[in-house]
């Protein structure tokens, strides 16, 4: 079982910017590929960013590439969503998922393990 918990998630004004972050449990984080889903109300759950093991990266190229960023610090077991220049349309809930073994999708929800509860986004106009 894998504890996974997000973080830094808050009120912010549209083009300012903000740092989530991921911690997930157990002795194999560097084996761990995680990604950030978000939904938003009313909305199914959308693909943000993947992170694998090797550090490959993958964006949702429609709605965040070039403006957010995907990062992991093995050594804190901590994942991180840099997020630029954000938009009102970026609110939402944000949550942190792992695969915990090699990845068989890196934008397909389903195919993630374990979730955290998610943090809440909201960039107001």
């Known amino acids: 079982q894998v504890h996974v918990e997000e973080s830094g998630g808050r009120l912010v004004q549209a083009g300012e910017s903000l740092r989530l972050s991921c911690a997930a449990s157990g002795p194999n984080f560097s084996g761990y590929t995680m990604g950030w889903f978000r939904q938003a109300p009313g909305k199914e759950r959308e693909f943000v960013a993947t992170?694998?093991?090797?550090?490959?990266?993958?964006y949702n190229e429609v709605s965040v590439k070039g403006r957010f960023t995907i990062s992991r610090d093995n050594a804190k077991s901590t994942m991180y969503l840099q997020m630029d220049n954000l938009r009102v349309e970026d609110t939402a809930v944000y949550y942190c998922a792992v695969q915990n073994r090699i990845p068989t999708s890196l934008r397909i929800a389903s195919h993630f393990d374990y979730w955290g509860q998610g943090t809440q986004v909201t960039v107001s106009s």
């Open positions: 992170i694998t093991y090797a550090n490959d990266r993958a």
